[in-house]
T-cell receptor, first 111, second 117 residues
Framework: DGGITQSPKYLFRKEGQNVTLSCEQNLNHDAMYWYRQDPGQGLRLIYYSQIVNDFQKGDIAEGYSVSREKKESFPLTVTSAQKNPTAFYLC??????????FGSGTRLTVV | AQSVTQLGSHVSVSEGALVLLRCNYSSSVPPYLFWYVQYPNQGLQLLLKYTTGATLVKGINGFEAEFKKSETSFHLTKPSAHMSDAAEYFCAVSETGYGGATNKLIFGTGTLLAVQP
């Protein structure tokens, strides 16, 4: 079945560490997105990519980095510069015909 | 810039009662509007969307929404709530109103629906 796979589902990070969240899709979608979700704040866009080797900052990109070396993959790195990384992270992809598809999310906790 | 306002962060209804979740949007171009549902620790699932044409949109699980341009609203309704409807609901607008492949979605802050037995 086609879809988006996010891994891991739960992730723990120590202060000062970088961590990378995986997002893979087999839907052949051109565009991919990373959203951050905090209680009461909805979803906020971190980064998005429309084509391979190209990506743009969203509303809250500080402390995050991404890459888009393959159409299927859009990993997100949460760097030590992100002061409050504890959140639920959602990856999505989209196409003109089928619209958006979301992954099941990664819950990141700083310990 | 486009924006979405969801009135009521928490809504509680009795099983069998009408569900009404409110969403107002701001957009300088004709919007594409969406409602998503999220169960705990899961991704978002599309309930319904409005692009063009008929302003009353029917979605999955018995939900529907009506696009009212004059009121800039896109409220979500369901005639009779079921226990399985308890979840968080998000209204969203496509940023440029095009709704194409690479247009960003702008989300509201969400409404948590509780269904009482």
């Amino acid at each position: 079945d086609g879809g988006i796979t996010q891994s891991p589902k739960y992730l723990f990070r120590k202060e000062g560490q970088n961590v990378t969240l995986s997002c893979e899709q087999n839907l052949n979608h051109d565009a991919m997105y990373w959203y951050r979700q905090d209680p009461g704040q909805g979803l906020r866009l971190i980064y998005y990519s429309q084509i391979v080797n190209d990506f743009q900052k969203g509303d809250i990109a500080e402390g995050y980095s991404v890459s888009r070396e393959k159409k299927e993959s859009f990993p997100l790195t949460v760097t030590s510069a992100q002061k409050n990384p504890t959140a639920f992270y959602l990856c999505a992809s989209s196409s003109r015909i089928y619209g958006y598809t979301f992954g099941s999310g990664t819950r990141l906790t700083v310990v | 810039a486009q924006s979405v306002t969801q009135l009521g962060s928490h809504v509680s209804v009795s099983e069998g009662a009408l569900v009404l979740l409110r969403c107002n949007y701001s957009s300088s171009v004709p919007p594409y509007l969406f409602w998503y549902v999220q169960y705990p620790n899961q991704g978002l699932q599309l309930l319904l969307k409005y692009t063009t044409g008929a302003t009353l949109v029917k979605g999955i699980n018995g939900f529907e929404a009506e696009f009212k341009k004059s009121e800039t609203s896109f409220h979500l309704t369901k005639p009779s709530a079921h226990m399985s409807d308890a979840a968080e609901y998000f209204c969203a607008v496509s940023e440029t109103g095009y709704g194409g492949a690479t247009n960003k979605l702008i989300f509201g802050t969400g409404t948590l629906l509780a269904v009482q037995p």
